[in-house]
């Protein structure tokens, strides 16, 4: 059944880690003063920078701190969550323990009387062949089995070598080509085309590529609108703007509001 609500809100790529508390406190805020103003908080992957097993939260004061306030918000508002590139292994454990519902990805859902179809992101980048290929492997299961089999110290180190890797070639990348790269890294019309043909839709809502904005698309015949979420960083000011936002629907619309405060 779809779930359908009054109101809701969406957020996704909010990266929590503890080296950015400026960020993660904002989090805190949001569960506690802003989601429990909707009926609904849809979380679209992401919400972590990594994510090793269930079992490394369990030594984690960071992670014991995050799940507490996704608890009481669950005791508030439904919470639903869907897998990101960066924290796909979110598991059982995890979600029972926060209260949170897994949503496979895509998703529909009805907000006020409209429905939408709901994605990371991530599968939508088919020009990024070379990452497409790399998603099918790490998304099977027999996969995942292996690798939370290995030790904590081992699971760590791969997360943070792939992360590495992935900075390294991101930054080759741009300095190669920008276009080329915003072209590799972005959504394609096709992907967002079929992914809304066959939910039987007309609106898409993502997060993934940083790239906050309201669209409207078509090919060929198909025409539909699409939202894209706003990562959150306000630690890194050098980088430019501080970001974080959430997208708000409810009987007067569909809004992006802004968590800057």
């Known amino acids: 059944m779809i779930p359908q609500y009054a109101s809701a809100l969406l957020i996704s790529d909010l990266h929590l880690t503890p080296s950015m508390p400026l960020t993660a406190q904002r989090f805190f805020d949001f569960c506690e003063k802003d989601a429990p103003k909707v009926e609904a908080v849809f979380i679209l992957g992401d919400l972590f920078e990594y994510w090793v097993g269930d079992d490394a939260a369990?030594?984690?004061?960071?992670?014991q701190e995050v799940k507490h306030a996704l608890a009481?918000?669950?005791?508030?508002?439904?919470t639903y969550y869907l897998?990101?590139?960066?924290?796909?292994?979110?598991?059982?454990h995890f979600l029972s323990k926060t209260g949170m519902t897994l949503m496979l990805d895509p998703s529909k859902i009805n907000i006020a009387s409209s429905e939408y179809v709901l994605c990371h992101g991530?599968?939508?980048c088919t020009a990024d062949i070379g990452y497409q290929v790399f998603r099918g492997w790490v998304r099977k299961q027999w996969i995942q089995k292996l690798f939370?089999?290995?030790?904590?110290?081992?699971?760590?180190?791969?997360?943070?070598?792939?992360?590495?890797?992935?900075?390294?070639?991101?930054q080759r990348a741009i300095q190669a080509s920008i276009a080329e790269t915003q072209v590799k890294t972005n959504v394609t019309l096709a992907a967002c085309a079929a992914v809304l043909r066959d939910q039987d839709s007309n609106r898409?809502?993502?997060?993934?590529?940083?790239?906050?904005?309201?669209?409207?698309?078509?090919?060929?015949?198909?025409e539909?609108?699409?939202?894209v979420l706003s990562d959150w960083d306000l630690d890194h000011p050098e980088s430019g703007r501080p970001r974080a936002s959430a997208l708000?629907?409810?009987?007067?619309?569909?809004h992006y509001a802004d968590l800057i405060k």
Not at 83 to 92: A, E, Q, S, W, Y
Not at 148 to 170: C, D, E, F, K, T
Not at 204 to 222: A, F, R
Request: hydrophobic share 30%.
């Open 83 to 92: 897998h990101g590139n960066r924290d796909f292994l979110v598991g059982k």
């Open 58 to 63: 369990l030594h984690s004061p960071f992670h």
């Open 148 to 170: 939370l089999r290995l030790p904590l110290n081992w699971r760590r180190s791969i997360a943070n070598s792939l992360r590495s890797n992935s900075g390294v070639q991101y």
């Open 72 to 78: 009481t918000l669950s005791t508030k508002v439904k």
């Open 204 to 222: 898409l809502i993502h997060g993934h590529t940083h790239l906050p904005k309201y669209h409207q698309e078509h090919l060929q015949d198909q």
């Open 224 to 227: 539909w609108q699409r939202w």
């Open 122 to 124: 991530d599968s939508l």
């Open 248 to 254: 708000l629907i409810n009987q007067d619309g569909v």
